[in-house]
Every structure is written in C-alpha cells, then in structure tokens.
C-alpha cells in the first residue's frame, strides 16, 4: 500500500488542516516532554512565532532506564490540549500503548509511533485498526527501509492510510553522536513510496548546535518537514535538554531553513 509503483503521486496528509507532502512543509516544535502547563504554552506561543505548524510534547514518554522521569500520562495531554487552545497549533505526541488509542484519538492530532516500538507489531495493527488520526511512524534504532516501510504497511493495511515516515537518526559504530542521521532515507524512501518523510535532527545528533545544519541539509535534499526538540530552559530539561534548541535559535533556524527553500 505505502508502495509508489501503484501510487505514482506523493501522498498528501491532513493533520487537522495542516498539509504535510507535496510542497508543503510540516514545522513541529515542542519540548521532548511536557513538564508543566506554564512550560508548554510559553513553548508553544513562542514555536508558533518563529512559524513552527505544529507542537509536539511527550506525555508517555520511552525511557532507556525506568528510574528516568517516564512523562506525565494522561495530565500531560490535556496540558498539549490547552497549549493548542491558546496557540491553535495541532498536537503530536508520542503513543506506547494500545490502551490509550481512543484518548489520543481525542486529544491528539498526530499520534507519534516512537523508534523504540517501530516493530511492535501488536501495536501497529491496533493503531491501523482503531486510530482515526494520522500516524507519524518514526525509523527503528536499527531498522532498515525495508523493515521501517514494512511496518508503514502494518498500519495501512490494517486500515490507517495517513502514515507519515520520521528519519530521527540510526544506531553506528560512532559513539560522538547519539545516532547518525541518515540523509539517505529521503530520497530513498521517496523513490519506494509514495509516503511523506520528516526529520528528526534532535535526536539524531543529540547535541543542539547539529540541529541546525542538519535541518538545512534535509530539506536540500527534499525532506517534508522537519520535527525538531525546543525548550526555554534546555539546561533544566527533564529530557533531551542537550539536543534542545532555545526559542530564539529555533526562529534563527527557521529563517535559514527559509532561505534554503527558496534555493532549491
Ligand atoms: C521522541 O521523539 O520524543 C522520541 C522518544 O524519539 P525516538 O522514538 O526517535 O527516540
Ligand atoms: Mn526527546
């Protein structure tokens, strides 16, 4: 179903009237998890100034360790749900359980698929089944395309047509970086499907000051958005406050993502 061969146009997804494929391209900000209302909304004000489309905040957050702060469930997304009130921006968010389908089915505009569950299959088909909202299906630690578009494909044939591919960096040898973005995926996955792709520089590189030559360097190669972690105070982040961008570098981002655009 994600295959291009009997789809030959790009895919168009509505995230609650925002178009993401095409030429249009999808600005998710937000912190890497919502932490508190005040937090949020000041995040969300500022991301929809510099022009982001789009916020993101963990609630269910998929931590490496299980004494690292796990999010704040069900209290953060209403917290996103307020934040969205005040700014008008759509939601995303990450899901980890199929017990909670039909709650982001109203809370939620975008509901994320983190790396770490990219194969949990079980979930893909529940999520194709019973999710009414797009999907953003971000790219497992070690998958490859062909593994990543068959899991795309769980959740379409299970009957969710709106998937949205993520790039958020690959598992390597090198260890300087949290992962290493793989550019590569863009146009690959654009000549196998007909799917949209963003990107993920933040977790990619895991360091702030890789995020905005990287961001310029996907959409140069024609990526469909990029989804990128921004906090107000990134040292006292309670996650990912290392790869996370201030408001004020976020809109710098912004303007040299714009000037590239108009290059290509
Ligand atoms: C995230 O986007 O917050 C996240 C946990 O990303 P990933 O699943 O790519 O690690
Ligand atoms: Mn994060």
Not at 146 to 168: D, F, K, Q, T
Not at 219 to 236: F, K, Q, R, S, Y
Request: aromatic share 6%; proline share 5%; net charge negative.
């Amino acid at each position: 179903l994600a295959n291009r061969a009997f789809h030959p146009e790009d895919s168009i997804i509505d995230v609650d009237g925002v178009k993401v494929g095409g030429d249009h391209l999808a600005l998710i900000a937000g912190p890497c998890s919502v932490e508190s209302k005040e937090q949020v909304i000041a995040i969300a004000k500022e991301a929809k100034a510099a022009g982001a489309n789009m916020l993101r905040g963990g609630a269910f957050k998929p931590r490496t360790s299980p004494y690292a702060f796990q999010g704040m469930g069900t209290e953060g997304l209403d917290i996103l749900v307020a934040a969205k009130k005040e700014t008008g921006l759509p939601i995303v968010s990450e899901l980890m359980s199929a017990d909670y389908i039909e709650e982001f089915n109203e809370k939620v505009d975008l509901v994320q698929i983190g790396a770490r569950n990219m194969q949990n299959f079980d979930l893909l088909k529940e999520v194709g089944k019973r999710c009414t909202k797009p999907v953003l299906l971000k790219r497992g630690l070690s998958a490859t395309y062909e593994e990543w578009i068959m899991s795309a494909e769980y959740i379409m044939a299970s009957g969710n047509p709106n998937v949205i591919l993520c790039e958020r960096g690959v598992r390597t040898y090198e260890t300087y970086t949290r992962n290493t973005l793989d550019l590569q995926a863009i146009p690959v996955i654009k000549r196998l499907t007909h799917l949209p792709i963003i990107i993920d520089p933040s977790h990619a590189g895991g360091k702030w000051w890789l995020v905005e030559p990287m961001a310029k360097a996907a959409v140069a190669a024609g990526c469909d958005g990029l989804m990128i972690e921004v906090h107000n105070d990134p040292e006292h982040a309670l996650c990912d406050g290392p790869q996370s961008l201030k408001p004020a570098k976020y809109t710098e981002l912004l303007k040299q993502v714009g000037a590239i655009g108009e290059i290509v």
